[in-house]
């Protein structure tokens, strides 16, 4: 059971380039999150999916695209990347819905991200 | 690893004390808290969570302490032991499934 998978690891653009950070769970889990960490900020929300096919926006939106591919799958974009972006993004699931709440999320590892 | 962040509140505690991690939180109407751990080049572990109708949870070598009256969280650790230190997140529900994070204590154990 590997719980949250991210890829990649670790990766490092120059500002303009576009990338995706794919995120998979196999817990069945209803909802999916990504958050960027950045030193001294703590975790800050960018998108979420409350259920398959929906996607919010979450606290830091802005340069970022998100699509949720399937119930095991959420992606998140940056079109085109800019220095500001450099973060440690993590993607997080949750069984919660709006009919089941108050349940916690799990993370998966983290990808790290350098724009230059 | 990289740290996850600078300047953090940080405990620093002898291998076998108890540890205590306070957290104040901003929302009244907040009813589910969590505690995360975050090590050096991980993402954050669940450890323990407490929803507003109780005011203790325990799990193991963990409690968690809810404060409603002046919106104050804490987690004690038992015995703290070197694989303790890291960096502790508390988080409250922000509607909707979403959880707002605090920006984190560091725990340093001595041994």
């Known amino acids: 059971n590997a719980g949250v998978t991210q890829t990649p690891k670790f990766q490092v653009l120059k500002t303009g380039q576009s990338m995706t950070l794919q995120c998979a769970q196999d817990?069945?889990?209803?909802?999916m999150y990504w958050y960027r960490q950045d030193p001294g900020m703590g975790l800050r929300l960018i998108y979420y999916?409350?259920?398959?096919?929906?996607?919010d926006k979450g606290e830091v939106p802005n340069g970022y695209n998100v699509s949720r591919l399937n119930k095991r799958e959420f992606s998140l974009r940056l079109e085109s990347a800019a220095p500001s972006q450099t973060s440690v993004y993590f993607c997080?699931?949750?069984?919660?819905?709006?009919?089941?709440?108050?349940?916690?999320?799990?993370f998966g590892d983290g990808t790290r991200l350098s724009i230059l | 690893g990289e740290s996850v962040g600078l300047h953090l509140p940080t405990l620093s505690v002898q291998e076998g004390d108890n540890s205590i991690i306070n957290c104040a939180y901003s929302?009244?109407?907040?009813?589910?808290f969590i505690w995360y751990k975050q090590e050096s080049g991980k993402g954050p572990q669940f450890i323990i969570d407490?929803?507003?109708?109780?005011d203790k949870r325990q799990g193991q070598r963990v409690t968690v302490l809810l404060n409603k009256t002046v919106k104050h969280l804490s987690l004690q650790i038992a015995a703290t032991q070197p694989g303790d230190s890291a960096v502790y997140f508390c988080?409250?529900?922000?509607?909707?499934?979403?959880?707002?994070f605090g920006k984190g204590n560091q725990v340093v154990v001595i041994p």
């Open positions: 997080a699931s949750s069984i919660g819905t709006l009919s089941i709440s108050n349940q916690p999320q799990h």
């Open positions: 817990m069945n889990h209803n909802s």
């Open positions: 999916s409350a259920s398959e096919g929906t996607t």
């Open positions: 929302n009244s109407a907040s009813d589910y």
């Open positions: 407490i929803r507003s109708n109780m």
């Open positions: 988080a409250e529900n922000h509607g909707n499934n979403r959880l707002a």
